[in-house]
């Protein structure tokens, strides 16, 4: 369901599990009505792990938790998520269910609770069923093993159509290395660090201090490049777990090897988010926004976020109009500086603006490239070499009926 075409480093199956050393289940436990809610990533050995949260001020409890957790330690070795319920806005109560959870799982996997994290997406501001929840977590300890991914990714969904999993292999070095991970997001979903969440497991030795930057670097090309609704949730996050089982040199330092697990991990992250996008809900069409030609890359950003997030360019894109107006509009009230005259539009490299506002081209033929699964928009401001991409999808009439019914 999304566009590989970037891919470098061969894809395997397994996604969370693909690593070693990694376990995970899923399964229902009464949350929701009857399809699986609560999903468990376990690793054998506990694992440096790296996180991005959400910019929102209105943060979920389980958010504020895990912040406490990672304070003063930097390593995971289990992370319980729920869906059906976001225990956001929930106090007190939200709080002590969240370290309830916690207390539970270490427990039941027999871990230091400082080496577990907990997160939550569905519904805001409805207290946790956290008795149902404990009992989950309890039968959950039991099912886990390397072929519980599958389970995990499907447990974690709110509106998503289909779970999200990935992952890719590689060598540094001597050593074979794997990062894979899973997500869910489909609306609510305009990251600022994704509801949005992700979750990544790799075996790479690598420092807490690079995993975290590369995590970050990561999630800024990635994850913060896509956008369904403009809608920033107040649970989003992205926890990267690596717990050095591929036994590869340790990367300490800003070498090739670090590098070559950027890349890695961008591939990764990219494809997740891509998947995000085009499950956006209601949508029926992955569009592609690739600003060029800006004199800076902040300047491409802005722009093509502006484009991503127009819902009179996704409404259109749905209804394969070739409004390039739309388009240009947008990026007038993005903040960049251009000169509009110089601006040149394509869809799916069929030229439709060309410098000067000469738009002479075949309808028949825009309507067809606005038709495909993969809609390609590129904007060239003409200005400079620098240049983003954002990924979103179109708006439909079903995205309206989603979100009017989402509590019912």
Known sequence: MTNHQNEYFPTVRGGITAAKGFQAAGLHCGIKKEKKDLAVIFSELPAPVAAVFTTNRTVAEPLIVDKLQLKNNHKCSAVIINSGNANACT???GLEDAWTTIKEAARALKLPRKHVLVSSTGVIGKPLP????????????KQLGRDGHADAAEAILTTDTHPKEYAARFRIGSKSV???????????????????L???????????????????KAVTKT???????????TNDMVLLLANGLAANLAIRTLNPAYEMFYAGLEQVLSALAKMIARDGEGATKLIEVVVTGAKEEEDAVLAARAIANSNLVKTAVHGADANWGRILAAVGYSGV?????????SFDHLPILRRNFRANFSE???RA????????????????RKSATFWTCDLSREYVSINANYRT
């Open 178 to 196: 794997t990062i894979g991970g899973m997500a869910k997001g489909s609306g609510m979903i305009a990251p600022n660090m994704a509801t949005m």
């Open 369 to 384: 490239a606005l038709s495909n699964e993969h809609v390609n928009i590129t904007v060239d401001l003409n200005l400079g």
């Open 91 to 93: 106090g007190r109560r």
């Open 223 to 233: 994850f913060n490049r896509i956008t369904v609704d403009g809608d920033t949730s």
């Open 130 to 141: 956290i008795g149902k929840l404990k009992a989950g977590v309890r039968t959950a300890a």
């Open 198 to 216: 992700a979750f990544v497991t790799t075996d790479v030795v690598i420092s807490h201090t690079l995993l975290q930057r590369a995590l970050k």
């Open 364 to 366: 028949e033929k825009a």
């Open 337 to 345: 500086v251009f000169s509009p005259e110089k601006v040149e539009i």
